[in-house]
């Protein structure tokens, strides 16, 4: 049957409402897609911040501090001249630095009695650690935090776990691998990026870190994400390149957003024990930490540096790592700390 030129003009009308129908919906589809991606680390993971068992994580150092505290005061009423030696030979190797050591050992003194001793110690150390406690930054839109540390330190799979931390309170995340010094630190952040399900911007090795610390933030910018996560390289911190650097990444950053970065996280490895204390100082110096992250805590007797960082550098300790899993990361509780610090019922380590 042979069709006249009004029934092709209706067919043809047909076929192009159907392509234009076509060509809408897929669009449609693509911009719902394009928007879950966007959308999707803000709504999809519950937030439930981990309680950690730092009598597990802290096991090392009570028994380096807590159970041989337990050993040289049992049995005694009184504290004689050779028990204090004892102490304060006690304190000093626990990695708490010489000026916190100095401090315990005195509030030991004036406590009185043996059975006052462990009370003592305990409210002293409490006492350092709420001096330089302070209410976390509030949130800025999109929020910038550059984390430093040096090289080993645990600093990228922090990143990770804190942009877990974030997500998990449904604000959408970005990292900006700005350690271009090592092809490998950009991999490894790329990996931690896809466990924790955020984005990233990655620069090339051996490229500007600042360059892509402002490309982060542009794109953080444009794409309406909460919280910006800024790698840095880890070098010593005593080369006067790595702090000349951070200044600059600083500096490109303000460029895009006047008050960024908005916090700077340094990340502490607790086996370095005194060490620690001496690389905040540094890093202190060069960028204005904020907070500090100390990481691989449950595997080290060193974490008296706790109180030593506390005393000598006056920067507070916000979070804990407490393993090597995304999930593995507590806010720092002080009283929780010292508590499983100064406990009772271990036994001493072996010398």
């Known amino acids: 049957m042979a069709y006249g030129e009004s029934q092709l003009l209706i067919l043809a009308a047909l076929v192009a409402a159907g392509a234009l129908l076509f060509v809408t919906t897929g669009i449609g589809v693509i911009r719902l897609i394009r928007l879950q991606r966007r959308t999707r680390s803000r709504i999809d993971v519950p937030f439930e911040p981990v309680r950690p068992d730092l009598r597990a994580g802290l096991a090392g150092t009570r028994q380096k501090l807590g159970g041989r505290l337990g050993e040289l005061l049992k049995g005694k009423r009184e504290l004689d001249p050779e028990t204090f030696d004892e102490l304060e030979r006690l304190l000093f190797g626990a990695d708490l630095g010489v000026k916190t050591a100095e ?9 009185g009695g043996a059975e006052a001793v462990r009370p003592a110690l305990r409210d002293a150390a409490l006492s350092l650690l709420r001096a330089v406690a302070k209410p976390d930054p509030p949130l800025a839109h999109p929020h910038v935090t550059l984390v430093v540390g040096v090289n080993g330190s ?40 896809e466990r924790a399900g955020v984005e990233i911007v990655r620069g090339q090795p051996g490229g500007d870190p600042a360059a892509v610390a402002f490309d ?50 340094l990340v502490l490895d607790a086996n370095t024990g005194q060490n620690a204390i001496g690389q905040a100082q540094e890093f202190q110096r060069a960028a204005a930490v904020d907070g500090i992250l100390l990481a691989k805590l449950d595997g080290t007797a ?33 009283e929780a700390f010292v508590d499983a610090l100064f406990a009772a019922d271990e036994a001493p380590a072996a010398s």
């Open 103 to 111: 401090s315990l050992l005195e509030a030991a003194r004036a406590a």
């Open 154 to 193: 645990g600093k990228t799979t922090s990143i990770g776990k804190l942009a877990l931390r974030h997500r998990r309170a449904g604000r959408s995340v970005l990292l900006g691998a700005a350690d271009t010094f090592r092809a490998a630190a950009i991999d490894q952040l790329a990996i931690w990026a």
């Open 216 to 265: 982060a933030v542009q794109a953080a910018k444009a794409r309406d994400i909460d919280v910006v996560l800024i790698d840095t390289a880890g070098r010593l911190q005593t080369d006067g390149a790595l702090m000349a650097e951070l200044e600059k990444i600083s500096r490109v950053v303000k460029k895009e957003l006047p008050d960024a970065p908005h916090e700077v996280v």
């Open 302 to 334: 060193r974490g008296g540096v706790v109180l030593g960082i506390a005393q000598e550098v006056g920067i507070p300790v916000r979070w804990i790592g407490l393993g090597e899993a995304v999930e593995d990361l507590a806010d720092f509780d002080p």
